[in-house]
């Protein structure tokens, strides 16, 4: 069975700062991996995601994240954050078809001044 | 704007009363999926749909529980004899296969169940 594990259920960066949000997973085979983004009171939108190929994926709102295999992990960053960056961002993994996703617990950027 | 619509919004209820909820997904998409979020918790899966066929559920989806699509478009989420514990954000989300096999599922903006 496949998990999610986010460190860090709270990061606060300054702004114009560098964000890393952590997330590595567990899959018994190669698998599709998400981040979705998710604005208070609102449904989850996806930011990046990888499936094959090139393990550097860019996303939206100059996010990327990489894909390392060896480390089984899947961080996200950003290299300067912007106020409208605070959110709640979710890594999810799926397999095979990606029939169902696998969501980590979350966490929840704040931007300071 | 054609992405993936949920009713209502928010939903108050007694417990013991039931429930339904409408997820309407976006139109070209054969699959359909429904997930629980708590508070401080991400989203949990409870079971999916392609096309009219229920192909999956969770065993967080109890008996008390209960989901249906019947002409492969909208679907609908019904609980009986809601308890405090079914206090939650459901989600909706819709997907197409497509070529890239990704299965990349859009998400409904929720609705927000308070059982007092």
């Known amino acids: 069975a496949q998990s999610v594990t986010q460190l860090g259920s709270h990061v606060s960066v300054s702004e114009g700062a560098l964000v890393l949000l952590r997330c590595n997973y567990s899959?018994?085979?190669?698998?599709?991996l998400f981040w979705y983004v998710q604005y208070p009171n609102q449904g989850l939108q996806l930011l990046l995601k990888?499936?094959?190929?090139?393990?550097l994926v860019k996303g939206i709102n100059g996010f990327e994240a990489e894909f390392k295999k060896s480390e089984t992990s899947f961080h996200l960053t950003k290299p300067s954050a912007h106020m409208s960056d605070a959110a709640e961002y979710f890594c999810?993994?799926?397999?095979?078809?990606?029939?169902?996703?696998?969501f980590g617990t979350g966490t929840q950027l704040k931007v300071e001044l | 704007d054609t992405g993936v619509s949920q009713n209502p919004r928010h939903k108050i209820t007694k417990r013991g009363q039931n429930v339904t909820f409408r997820c309407d997904p976006i139109?070209?998409?054969?699959?359909l999926y429904w997930y629980r979020q708590t508070l401080g918790q991400g989203p949990e899966f409870l079971t999916y749909?392609?096309?009219?066929?229920?192909?999956?559920k969770s065993r967080l989806l109890s008996d008390r529980f209960s989901a249906e699509r019947p002409k492969g478009s909208f679907s609908t989420l019904e609980i009986q004899r809601t308890e405090q514990g079914d206090s939650a954000m459901y989600l909706c989300?819709?997907?197409?296969?497509?070529?890239?096999?990704?299965?990349?599922?859009?998400f409904g903006p929720g609705t927000r169940l308070t059982v007092l």
């Open positions: 749909f392609q096309n009219e066929a229920q192909l999956e």
């Open positions: 999810a993994v799926a397999t095979g078809g990606g029939n169902k996703l696998t």
């Open positions: 989300a819709s997907s197409h296969p497509g070529t890239s096999g990704s299965n990349e599922q859009f």
């Open positions: 139109s070209e998409h054969n699959r």
């Open positions: 990888y499936t094959t190929g090139a393990t």
């Open positions: 899959s018994s085979v190669p698998p599709y």
